[in-house]
Every structure is written in C-alpha cells, then in structure tokens.
C-alpha cells in the first residue's frame, strides 16, 4: 500500500471518529438528515427540532441543546484541524480528546434534561452506540 493510500485510509477513518463521535448525542432517525452537509456539520434547526420532538424539549431546553451541540461541533472541528496532516500517531493522540468531549457533551445534556427526559436521552445514545459498532464491523480492514 502506498504511502498515500494510507495517508487517505486514515483520514476517511478520523473523519468517520469525529463524524460519529459529533452524532453520539444525535438520534439514529435523524442522522441520515444530516449526512448530506458533511461529518463536521453543525446542528441545523431541523435537526434540533426533531430532536426536541423526541425528547419533548422545552423551547429553553431547545435554545439550551443547539448551543450545546454547536459548541461541541466547533471544538471537534478544531482538535481535527489541529493534527490535520500530522500523521498517524498524531491523529490517535486525539481519540481520547474526541472521547473526553463527547463524554462532556452528553453530560451536559443531561444536564439540561428532566428526569424524565434523561431515560430517552439514554436510549438514543445507546441507539448510536450500536450503530457506530455496526458500522465499525462493516469497515473493511487493511
């Protein structure tokens, strides 16, 4: 395999990392919405609407989710641009940020939601989970 082809591989997988991990807190229903503005697209309007629909947000909890995931999307969209062609190791080194930022984000959705809210908020996440192991089982390797 050429040094490009690998250079290639590995930017379509951090683009699929970041992809997935800007999603995690999206619903599965939704995310074919979002496919056609790229990975790094931020929350459109739609895309918060349904998701309150889900959720059965409140207009703050809606205002409060869109900034959420906005801000998310941005720090995402940095920490790529950040080790954008500087090789492999590099672009391992950010997993466990893109994983600690997911991690906050989702905390600060639930942060926003009732307790009654947070059970479906679960459910969508573990919705995603398994569509992201899904896929991951799909990638052909080497």
């Keep these: 395999m050429t040094l490009y082809v690998e250079v290639e ?3 379509r997988a951090i683009l699929v990392m970041v992809g997935m991990l800007t999603l995690a807190a999206w619903p599965t229903d939704l995310v074919a919405q979002q496919r056609g503005a790229g990975p790094m697209a931020a ?3 739609s895309l918060i609407d349904a998701y309150s629909s889900r959720l059965n947000l409140t ?5 409060n989710l869109k900034e959420i ?9 940095e920490m790529f641009e950040a080790v954008s062609g ?4 590099a672009m391992m080194e950010m997993r466990p940020k893109m994983e600690q930022l997911g991690k906050e984000t989702s905390e600060q959705v639930e942060a926003l939601l009732t307790e009654d809210q947070i059970p479906e908020y679960r459910k969508i996440q573990a919705e995603n989970q398994e569509r992201r192991r899904s896929m991951r089982q799909r990638q052909p390797s080497g």
């Design 43 to 45: 929350p459109t309007d």
């Design 86 to 89: 500087q090789g492999r190791e």
């Design 59 to 63: 207009d703050e909890q809606s205002m």
């Design 69 to 77: 995931l906005e801000a998310q999307s941005k720090k995402a969209q």
């Design 9 to 11: 591989r590995m930017h």
